[in-house]
């Protein structure tokens, strides 16, 4: 005896018959190699012609020196969002929602850290930092990208749509939504202090999203993009910045809001207590201290620099010694390798 089962039982989350999995795994291929092919291209007409900038020329507006005292592009960032929006605008398996929500999400977020990245200050560091400086009237660089990511999450939310039958349900959705895509933007710029980092974390995280029925078609060409571009940034060649970070982060909450209503209630609790741990622990810290963690943090790495101390008396003094690598990891102060500008 056959089993019957009803039409609502093919239907997935969104209320759309999900097609068989050899075909999505063949298109979440497709748009994968979209991104990719798309990234390359943008990063070698980028580097090659930098774009300048007030009438600066282009290598040295996106130019960092890391730690090492060596030189780095930030260039890296425009061109995964490049890849990202061009592999998501040609892949197929997405409707036209969902590519309009994943375009408006991932290059608003970009741009917002691009003017992050470009005229932004160390005044002012973290959500503690920039409320601060708000409360005091100075609207920082940081504080104009806070606010409009979260405007920009809480739009691509209202454009990607809700199935919820009501208007009280589908508002719900729009707020949860958007607070995912904006908390995963911030979220995943603070990993991006290590060479590779934010590029693993994205791929890590990502790799679940990119599986289901409902996220491939929104996370298949970031994660294209992001993984073309990683031999440049584990190469200290190049790094995302807070353009390419921010999008990275942003595509990937977009990809999450299409998990059911419990689920996601779980990614932005996860997502808003790493934020909110970030005011107060280093995340580079926890990473060296687990063996795990670290290992796959230093995978593709080049080793990292020992400093040498000065030569001194046998007894130094404390102005004397080489700072604690500790100190040079606090939330509140610069990264040991988050370039400076040139």
């Known amino acids: 005896m056959k089993r019957r089962v009803s039409p609502r039982q093919f239907r997935g989350v969104w209320g759309v018959a999900p097609p068989p999995r050899p075909a999505r795994a063949g298109r979440l291929l497709v748009g994968a190699g979209l991104g990719a092919v798309a990234a390359r291209a943008a990063y070698a007409a980028l580097t090659r012609r930098p774009p300048g900038l007030n009438g600066l020329p282009g290598e040295e507006v996106w130019a960092r020196t890391n730690h090492r005292g060596e030189p780095v592009t930030l260039l890296e960032g425009p061109a995964l969002v490049a890849g990202a929006a061009a592999g998501g605008l040609l892949a197929p398996g997405a409707g036209g929602r969902t590519r309009a929500a994943a375009l408006l999400a991932?290059?608003?977020?970009?741009?917002?850290?691009?003017?992050?990245?470009?005229?932004?200050?160390?005044?002012?560091?973290?959500?503690?930092?920039?409320?601060?400086?708000?409360?005091?009237?100075?609207?920082?660089?940081?504080?104009?990208?806070?606010?409009?990511?979260?405007?920009?999450?809480?739009?691509?939310?209202?454009?990607?749509?809700?199935p919820a039958p009501s208007r009280s349900g589908r508002a719900v959705d729009t707020l949860l939504n958007g607070a995912i895509i904006a908390g995963s933007a911030n979220l995943m710029n603070l990993f991006d202090l290590r060479p590779g980092r934010a590029v693993k974390v994205g791929l890590l995280t990502g790799a679940p999203l990119a599986l289901s029925r409902s996220g491939a078609a929104v996370v298949a060409a970031p994660l294209g993009a992001a993984a073309a571009l990683l031999p440049e940034d584990l190469g200290e060649r190049a790094m995302l910045g807070d353009t390419g970070a921010n999008a990275l982060g942003a595509l990937l909450g977009l990809a999450a809001?299409?998990?059911?209503?419990?689920?996601?209630?779980?990614?932005?609790?996860?997502?808003?207590?790493?934020?909110?741990?970030?005011?107060?622990?280093?995340?580079t810290k926890v990473i060296a201290g687990n063996p795990v963690l670290n290992r796959v943090d230093m995978l593709g790495r080049r080793p990292v620099a020992v400093p040498v101390p000065a030569p001194g008396p046998a007894s130094e003094t404390d102005e004397q010694r080489t700072p604690d690598t500790d100190e040079q990891d606090k939330p509140d102060t610069d990264d040991a390798f988050r370039p400076s500008p040139a």
């Open 106 to 162: 991932g290059t608003g977020a970009a741009l917002l850290g691009g003017y992050d990245d470009l005229a932004g200050s160390a005044s002012s560091r973290g959500f503690k930092g920039h409320l601060k400086a708000l409360a005091r009237g100075e609207v920082t660089s940081g504080s104009v990208k806070i606010l409009g990511i979260g405007a920009t999450g809480l739009a691509a939310a209202a454009i990607a749509g809700s």
């Open 257 to 283: 809001t299409r998990l059911g209503r419990g689920p996601r209630l779980a990614v932005l609790a996860g997502i808003a207590g790493l934020n909110v741990a970030s005011e107060f622990v280093s995340f």
